[in-house]
């Protein structure tokens, strides 16, 4: 995806953990960040607890969603995606990508990897790998400053 792209349809999803959302109810109100991960990326696990902290921190101001990307057949075992999510405090809604629909959309071939979009719906940052939560705070107090001018 190329920076100030519309965000894709949230559609193709096998199964939906922790409640199932729109597009449609992402945009208009405020930023949201798109977060990829899989079960057997060890830096996703690693990175989920500032992940966590960022969606606790920024509840009232940002939406926080995961998608579960399957990097091999172990990683659509939906009981070890649940049992993983978890154990590691992932209650943001999590979009399950067992089929590869909403990765394509993205063209997206990263985990860990992020996705700001504005209030508006537009892509203002992507990252991917492990490191670099700084920036991504950084990023998303950027776009969230921006909102807050324009009210």
Known sequence: MKLREPMPELNGAVDWLNGQVTKEELVGEKPTLIHFWSISCHLCKEAMPQVNEFRDKYQDKL???AVHMPRSED???LNEIKKVAADHDITQPIFVD???KL???F???YVPAYYV???DGKLRHFQ?????????EKRVNRVLGEMEKQQ
């Open 63 to 65: 939406n926080v969603v």
């Open 75 to 77: 990683d659509l075992d």
């Open 107 to 109: 063209e997206n071939q």
């Open 128 to 136: 991917a790998g492990g490191g670099g939560m700084k920036m991504l």
């Open 103 to 105: 990765t394509d959309a």
């Open 98 to 100: 067992s089929e590869m």
């Open 117 to 119: 979009f504005d209030k």
